[in-house]
């Protein structure tokens, strides 16, 4: 049989132009969706261990020695480093940036700060700050709001101190330049009262920036939660040395060691008003100054005051005896460091001692406060 020389198939020249405009087209998308991508996806997308995920930041040295930090979290395997301490002195634009960026981690939902003051001698080891840090720990379901607090310190001492035992902490200069507010001050001289007057001004900023401040003396310990006695009805809600029966009657004498702002514009101006009424009262510390202008702020600014009930938010000027309806209990009618410290530390023994005992035994109210050995408590 006679065979046809051109017996192997062969493609018509149509089939193979399509052939090659299709590899040209595979070849041409390979090359865009490779390269389509921007970097900055894959850094988002980033190396991840369960939730957490890799944040930069960077930290700006300051000429007094100072430094702000933004907080640097890594997560490797499910667990967080500690953030980093971030920290900002008074007196510059970058120094008020980093002290807003602070405020903002520290904050809580709804915008509200927790801040106190130290110097060297209050936060040293073992002093007023341990134990203000440790009530935290040792009350009931409070511990979460030490992580909302602010410690403004007063000196470099202080702020050292603070970094190593605390995530958010601020150094504060003094408005005199050259002036030492590191030792333990004695109540009522000049030293001590540029002291506790140095802090208005920054509580002041705390609200322009739109953040609730609740202030509380370093002195305080924290056994329940205390913001359930603010109402948000009143500008300032303050706690109490004498409470009379009335949360709204002026005739309350206020403690400003614990004492809560709403960020209003009109609180912030009750602030400066009250820094500014210094020049009134020269030879006074600001609780005193708080209580002559209390009607003025009141009748003339239209602040709303509230004062809270000593038997909860309570100190040593009228103690709560009630170790169940207890929230706070401040170091008032306490004169001196040491005597301070000394019933601070007793207090938190006695309210463990309260703590370690069933709990239908505590709800019959008869424990209370021993008392014993204590140099202000009575």
């Not at 040209?24 to 261990?49: D, I, K, M, Q, Y």
Request: one cysteine or more.
């Amino acid at each position: 049989m006679a065979t046809s020389k051109n017996s192997s198939p062969s493609l018509s020249p149509l089939v193979v132009f399509l052939l090659g405009a299709a590899s040209a087209t595979v070849l041409l998308l390979f090359f865009l969706t490779a390269t389509a991508s921007p970097a900055w996806n894959a850094l988002e997308a980033g190396p991840r261990s369960g939730s957490g995920s890799v944040r930069c930041s960077t930290s700006t040295p300051r000429a007094n020695g100072t430094v702000v930090v933004d907080a640097l979290e890594q997560h490797a395997g499910g667990v967080g480093a500690p953030p980093a301490n971030e920290a900002g002195a008074s007196g510059s634009d970058d120094d008020d940036a980093g002290f807003a960026r602070m405020l903002r981690r520290a904050a809580m939902e709804d915008r509200t700060v927790i801040m106190t003051s130290v110097n060297e001698a209050w936060a040293a080891p073992g002093s007023l700050l341990d134990s203000f840090l440790e009530s935290f720990q040792v009350g009931e379901n409070v511990s979460h709001f030490a992580k909302h607090v602010v410690v403004v310190a007063m000196d470099d001492g202080a702020f050292r101190r603070c970094q190593a035992v605390h995530p958010h902490c601020h150094l504060l200069r003094p408005e005199k330049a050259g002036l030492d507010l590191s030792g333990a001050k004695s109540y009522m001289t000049k030293d001590y009262l540029d002291l506790v007057w140095s802090k208005l001004k920054l509580q002041q900023r705390v609200l322009e920036l739109g953040y609730n401040l609740l202030f509380t003396d370093v002195d305080v310990a924290w056994f329940r939660n205390p913001l359930v006695h603010i109402t948000m009805a009143a500008d300032i809600t303050t706690s109490s040395d004498f409470y009379f029966g009335n949360p709204d009657d002026l005739g309350n004498f206020p403690n400003t060691g614990f004492i809560y702002f709403k960020a209003t514009p009109r609180n912030a101006r009750a602030m400066a008003y009250w820094h500014a009424a210094r020049r009134r009262f020269p030879e006074n510390h600001d609780q005193f100054v708080f209580n002559e202008i209390k009607r003025e702020l009141a009748d003339g600014l239209g602040v709303r005051i509230r004062f809270i009930d000593a038997a909860t938010v309570s100190g040593f000027c009228q103690l709560g005896r009630d170790l169940n309806r207890i929230a706070t209990v401040h170091m008032t009618c306490c004169v001196g460091l040491e005597n301070k410290l000394f019933d601070l530390k007793r207090v938190i023994v006695d309210w463990k001692r309260y703590m370690a005992r069933p709990l239908w035994e505590r709800q019959m109210g008869k424990i209370g406060w021993t008392f014993q050995g204590g140099r202000c408590i009575h």
